[in-house]
């Protein structure tokens, strides 16, 4: 790997380590991190690949209160630079991309240990905030959360940089020495980890509201000639018409009903 594709990657590391705690720009998301590193190392369709398959992994996971959720940003990172590794070390890409996602969950599971520690280097940060509140010094303030917030970026780039420092030959040493159960069976378990992030999505969206529209995306898609352009427009169309439909019923003066009118037309038949 060259220095200028290192270079990129920890910088795509530095900003995945930032947006896990920001959450604004999502580069922290497997889709965009994956992508970015296939993009800077010239693996771009792999990263893609990649990031979509562990995008289906995330999408159930989120911190909650107290409950802190695998650190998806050090497993899109470190996936996808062993993912390349193993591509520039003659791997075939299917075998590149099943060895990269059968080491996300746990790569996930090492990050909240990351987490744990760069947190609790925070809490001085949190002290000397308070200090400068005390003095009314808003730079001093500004300047410890940029600090707390480059602490997050760094958690992620050293271990995305001593990754790539790493030979190539001994990566491919060490997943070729994983047995073919545990491969296996961390394969599996990622498939279940999808499948359960799936789900969680779908029990926060299920409402009267958004089952009709849920149902008839699958059939929609069963349709072979449309394109993923003509299944976004649809989309896009049918969010439309849902939100016209919303503000007609809040314009009705005096209308009774919740406001959504899918939604009182639903509840009429139960």
Same mark, same amino acid.
């Given at each position: 790997?060259?220095?200028?594709?290192?270079?990129?990657?920890?910088?795509?590391?530095?900003?995945?380590?930032?947006?896990?705690?920001?959450?604004?720009?999502?580069?922290?998301?497997?889709?965009?991190?994956?992508?970015?590193?296939?993009?800077?190392?010239?693996?771009?369709?792999?990263?893609?690949?990649?990031? !979509?398959?562990?995008?289906? #992994?995330?999408?159930?996971?989120?911190? $909650?209160?107290?409950?802190? =959720?695998? %650190? +998806? @940003?050090? &497993?899109?990172?470190?996936?996808?630079?062993?993912?390349?590794?193993?591509?520039?070390?003659?791997?075939?890409?299917?075998?590149?991309?099943?060895?990269?996602?059968?080491?996300?969950?746990?790569?996930?599971?090492? !990050?909240?240990?990351?987490? #744990?520690?760069?947190?609790?280097?925070? $809490?001085?940060?949190?002290? =000397?905030? %308070? +200090? @400068?509140? &005390?003095?009314?010094?808003?730079?001093?303030?500004?300047?410890?959360?940029?600090?707390?917030?480059?602490?997050?970026?760094?958690?992620?780039?050293?271990?995305?940089?001593?990754?790539?420092?790493?030979?190539?030959?001994?990566?491919?040493?060490?997943?070729?020495?994983?047995?073919?159960?545990?491969?296996?069976?961390?394969?599996?378990?990622?498939?279940?980890?999808?499948?359960?992030?799936?789900?969680?999505?779908?029990?926060?969206?299920?409402?009267?509201?958004?089952?009709?529209?849920?149902?008839?995306?699958?059939?929609?898609?069963?349709?072979?000639?449309?394109?993923?352009?003509?299944?976004?427009?649809?989309?896009?169309?049918?969010?439309?018409?849902?939100?016209?439909?919303?503000?007609?019923?809040?314009?009705?003066?005096?209308?009774?009903?919740?406001?959504?009118?899918?939604?009182?037309?639903?509840?009429?038949?139960?």
């Amino acid at each position: 790997m060259s220095v200028f594709a290192i270079v990129l990657i920890v910088i795509v590391a530095f900003f995945a380590g930032m947006e896990g705690i920001l959450d604004e720009f999502q580069f922290h998301q497997p889709l965009v991190a994956c992508t970015l590193i296939g993009l800077v190392t010239g693996h771009l369709e792999a990263g893609i690949i990649l990031g !979509g398959t562990l995008q289906m #992994m995330a999408l159930g996971w989120a911190n $909650i209160g107290a409950a802190v =959720a695998p %650190d +998806a @940003a050090l &497993a899109s990172v470190a996936s996808a630079i062993l993912m390349v590794i193993a591509l520039n070390g003659g791997a075939d890409q299917g075998e590149a991309i099943t060895t990269a996602i059968a080491v996300a969950v746990p790569l996930s599971v090492a !990050g909240l240990f990351l987490t #744990m520690i760069v947190r609790t280097l925070a $809490i001085p940060v949190v002290h =000397a905030q %308070d +200090a @400068a509140a &005390a003095k009314g010094n808003f730079a001093a303030i500004e300047a410890w959360q940029i600090a707390a917030i480059c602490m997050q970026g760094i958690r992620i780039a050293i271990p995305a940089a001593a990754l790539c420092f790493i030979p190539d030959k001994a990566v491919m040493g060490a997943l070729n020495m994983m047995p073919a159960w545990l491969n296996e069976g961390m394969t599996i378990g990622g498939g279940m980890v999808a499948a359960v992030g799936y789900a969680m999505v779908i029990n926060m969206m299920a409402t009267n509201e958004v089952w009709p529209f849920f149902a008839l995306g699958f059939c929609v898609a069963a349709i072979s000639e449309l394109t993923l352009i003509a299944l976004g427009v649809i989309g896009i169309s049918l969010a439309l018409i849902y939100l016209g439909l919303k503000e007609a019923a809040k314009a009705g003066a005096g209308a009774a009903g919740s406001g959504d009118p899918l939604g009182d037309i639903l509840d009429d038949y139960e």
